[in-house]
Nanobody, 128 residues
Framework: QVQLVESGGGVVQSGGSLRLSCAAS????????IGWFRRAPGQEREGVSG??????STYYTDSVKGRFIISRAGGKVYLQMNNLKPEDTAVYFC???????????????????????WGRGTQVTVSS
């Protein structure tokens, strides 16, 4: 399994920005489908964004559309988070899987939940 490490979390004021990174130990993630997920205190894990290994298409859950951007560069995957809101406060995780051969959508995130390798997460706290 791929060992993933998330970084870039921190404390930021409402309206601020953070960039999260997802890297693999000993691997580059260029050929992996990647998803970003988050878990807020007392809530279920939520799929936030994904990028396809087939065509680099991207997917965003409605609550982050227009504010978050997922991208690949240098063998890593990034989540640029802009205009952060207090409700974005959560531990953010990335998950990776080789394939599947599909464009990015919610089903890709479901696949990653079932078949992906996961990191330990990075805390994002947005103060009001």
């Amino acid at each position: 399994q791929v060992q993933l490490v998330e970084s870039g979390g921190g404390v930021v004021q409402s309206g601020g920005s953070l960039r999260l990174s997802c890297a693999a130990s000993g691997f580059i993630l260029d050929y992996y489908a990647i998803g970003w997920f988050r878990r807020a205190p007392g809530q279920e894990r939520e799929g936030v964004s994904g990028i396809s290994s087939l065509d680099d298409s991207t997917y965003y859950t409605d609550s982050v559309k227009g504010r978050f951007i997922i991208s690949r560069a240098g063998g890593k995957v990034y989540l640029q988070m802009n205009n952060l809101k207090p409700e974005d406060t959560a531990v953010y995780f990335c998950a990776a899987a080789r394939g599947p051969q599909t464009s990015a959508n919610s089903a890709l995130l479901d696949y990653l939940v079932d078949h992906g390798s996961w990191g330990r997460g990075t805390q994002v706290t947005v103060s009001s």
